[in-house]
């Protein structure tokens, strides 16, 4: 019997392929959960089995001081978003999907106003998806679709910003019991608050073949993957235009969710670029790793956390050849500081964590990071990959960025409200004090979820 159902799912769990949970990102007792608590559902699949229609909005306050480690040069504002899904499922091996998205933000400077805050109503996602039935072992998926892979390190919808990151794609599926294997080529469709509809980019393309394995390693999962990226009309280090191909490989082996080894936890990769773009070669490499310990058996079950990220900058701006790390689409808030001024480019970083869960309602964590420039030739990223800092012709003559302390809090009020606080502050290093500015940078948000909904049969 057909079925008519709307649905929002923050983790997405019914519109994109999963190869491993993010981690999570309050702490609180588990190595890995199924999403971060900052990007998780006030709802997650709410009245999945009967009909219905449902409408979710999301609303954000942020606050950020010294832009440009300018001091004085602050802003706050309030993010608004709401989607709105339609969910068709005629038959167990048919599927179509469609997600409207609303996204607004007030009281921010007009030059601020860009496509990662404000998108009027707009086509999130649309697609349909045939697979083999209830116990999926083959699947295809083509349309406007989120692509979510691994830790979203290099691939993952970018849920944090209030117009996220979707792909026109077509993506095969191939699953068996411990692996699975899925094959995609698609474009990132680019938000632009001027269109009725979003569109990519001629050229910009992600095309990707990623596995997943599990228990080749006992309680582990291990994840190859190949990728490709491509753009056109590139310009190079000496001013020639050319096209980009950029290739990606590389391995992830994390521990599994609740896996038994003794309260430990770990999340590792190593990442190699290489290609061309316009008339120079590419050849760039990046890593983590990452160990946490859970005391399960003590009050608050604390959990405590290590990690390093790694990635190669451009040792010589003019000869021709790229020699950066580029993290793709990732989800990258995550990781390397909420604040978003360090990115996985060019980078050294090392991260302690702890995170509590004092009541079974809150979440706390604490983060603190140390970064450092991985070339002195090579320029500051920020988490979207852009220059914020660039460094002075035959380099800085130090690479110490700064520290960043990070708290952040989720309470879940009731099963339909959730509501997320965090507060982030980068004070400088030398290598800021001697390039930018070099005020401190402080960010803060507030973040609820309400759901307001109505249900009927059909």
Same mark, same amino acid.
């Given at each position: 019997?057909?079925?008519?159902?709307?649905?929002?799912?923050?983790?997405?769990?019914?519109?994109?392929?999963?190869?491993?949970?993010?981690?999570?990102?309050?702490?609180?007792?588990?190595?890995?959960?199924?999403?971060?608590?900052?990007?998780?559902?006030?709802?997650?699949?709410?009245?999945?089995?009967?009909?219905?229609?449902?409408?979710?909005?999301?609303?954000?306050?942020?606050?950020?001081?010294?832009?440009?480690?300018?001091?004085?040069?602050?802003?706050?504002?309030?993010?608004?978003?709401?989607?709105?899904?339609?969910?068709?499922?005629?038959?167990?091996?048919?599927?179509?999907?469609?997600?409207?998205?609303?996204?607004?933000?007030?009281?921010?400077?007009?030059?601020?106003?860009?496509?990662?805050?404000?998108?009027?109503?707009?086509?999130?996602?649309?697609?349909?998806?045939?697979?083999?039935?209830?116990?999926?072992?083959?699947?295809?998926?083509?349309?406007?679709?989120?692509?979510?892979?691994?830790?979203?390190?290099?691939?993952?919808?970018?849920?944090?910003?209030?117009?996220?990151?979707?792909?026109?794609?077509?993506?095969?599926?191939?699953?068996?019991?411990?692996?699975?294997?899925?094959?995609?080529?698609?474009?990132?469709?680019?938000?632009?608050?001027?269109?009725?509809?979003?569109?990519?980019?001629?050229?910009?393309?992600?095309?990707?073949?990623?596995?997943?394995?599990?228990?080749?390693?006992?309680?582990?999962?291990?994840?190859?993957?190949?990728?490709?990226?491509?753009?056109?009309?590139?310009?190079?280090?000496?001013?020639?235009?050319?096209?980009?191909?950029?290739?990606?490989?590389?391995?992830?082996?994390?521990?599994?969710?609740?896996?038994?080894?003794?309260?430990?936890?770990?999340?590792?990769?190593?990442?190699?670029?290489?290609?061309?773009?316009?008339?120079?070669?590419?050849?760039?490499?990046?890593?983590?790793?990452?160990?946490?310990?859970?005391?399960?058996?003590?009050?608050?079950?604390?959990?405590?956390?290590?990690?390093?990220?790694?990635?190669?900058?451009?040792?010589?701006?003019?000869?021709?050849?790229?020699?950066?790390? !580029?993290? +793709? #689409?990732?989800? *990258?808030?995550?990781?390397?500081?909420? $604040?978003?001024?360090? =990115?996985?480019? @060019?980078? /050294?970083?090392?991260?302690?964590?702890?995170?509590?869960?004092?009541?079974?309602?809150?979440?706390?964590?604490?983060?603190?990071?140390?970064?450092?420039?991985?070339?002195?030739? !090579?320029? +500051? #990223?920020?988490? *979207?990959?852009?220059?914020?800092?660039? $460094?002075?012709?035959? =380099?800085?003559? @130090?690479? /110490?960025?700064?520290?960043?302390?990070?708290?952040?809090?989720?309470?879940?009020?009731?099963?339909?409200?959730?509501?997320?606080?965090?507060?982030?502050?980068?004070?400088?290093?030398?290598? +800021?004090?001697?390039?930018?500015?070099?005020?401190?940078?402080?960010?803060?948000?507030?973040?609820?979820?309400?759901?307001?909904?109505?249900?009927?049969?059909?």
């Amino acid at each position: 019997m057909a079925g008519l159902a709307a649905s929002a799912s923050w983790a997405e769990s019914n519109a994109s392929a999963k190869s491993g949970p993010p981690p999570d990102s309050a702490g609180g007792g588990e190595s890995v959960v199924r999403e971060s608590p900052l990007d998780a559902p006030a709802a997650d699949n709410l009245n999945r089995e009967l009909p219905g229609w449902l409408k979710l909005t999301v609303t954000r306050t942020e606050s950020r001081t010294a832009f440009g480690y300018n001091e004085g040069v602050n802003d706050g504002y309030a993010l608004f978003r709401t989607r709105l899904n339609i969910d068709v499922r005629p038959s167990s091996w048919a599927q179509f999907f469609v997600q409207a998205q609303d996204s607004r933000v007030a009281g921010i400077e007009p030059q601020r106003a860009g496509p990662v805050f404000k998108d009027p109503f707009d086509v999130r996602q649309a697609y349909v998806r045939f697979s083999s039935g209830e116990k999926v072992n083959l699947a295809v998926t083509a349309g406007r679709q989120l692509l979510n892979y691994g830790d979203q390190r290099l691939i993952g919808p970018l849920d944090w910003t209030n117009t996220s990151r979707a792909f026109d794609a077509v993506k095969l599926e191939l699953a068996g019991r411990n692996a699975r294997v899925d094959v995609f080529s698609a474009s990132v469709v680019h938000n632009d608050p001027t269109r009725r509809v979003n569109h990519p980019r001629d050229g910009q393309n992600l095309h990707g073949v990623y596995g997943s394995v599990r228990n080749v390693i006992p309680h582990s999962i291990v994840e190859p993957y190949v990728l490709w990226k491509t753009a056109p009309l590139v310009v190079g280090e000496g001013g020639q235009l050319g096209d980009l191909d950029r290739y990606t490989g590389g391995v992830r082996i994390a521990s599994k969710p609740k896996a038994d080894l003794a309260g430990f936890d770990y999340n590792a990769a190593v990442v190699k670029q290489w290609g061309s773009f316009a008339q120079g070669n590419i050849s760039a490499w990046g890593s983590y790793t990452t160990i946490g310990y859970t005391f399960s058996e003590v009050p608050l079950r604390p959990r405590f956390s290590a990690e390093f990220n790694y990635a190669t900058g451009d040792n010589d701006p003019n000869d021709g050849d790229i020699g950066y790390f !580029d993290n +793709l #689409y990732p989800t *990258a808030h995550l990781w390397y500081g909420y $604040s978003d001024l360090v =990115g996985w480019r @060019n980078i /050294k970083n090392l991260r302690f964590r702890s995170g509590f869960k004092p009541h079974r309602k809150l979440k706390l964590a604490f983060d603190y990071h140390w970064f450092w420039l991985a070339s002195r030739h !090579d320029h +500051l #990223y920020n988490v *979207a990959g852009r220059i914020t800092v660039r $460094s002075p012709q035959g =380099g800085a003559s @130090n690479t /110490k960025v700064g520290d960043e302390v990070d708290i952040t809090a989720v309470y879940s009020l009731s099963k339909q409200l959730k509501i997320g606080a965090g507060f982030g502050h980068m004070f400088p290093g030398p290598y +800021l004090k001697e390039n930018s500015p070099g005020s401190p940078s402080s960010f803060s948000y507030l973040r609820g979820y309400p759901l307001a909904w109505t249900s009927h049969k059909m």
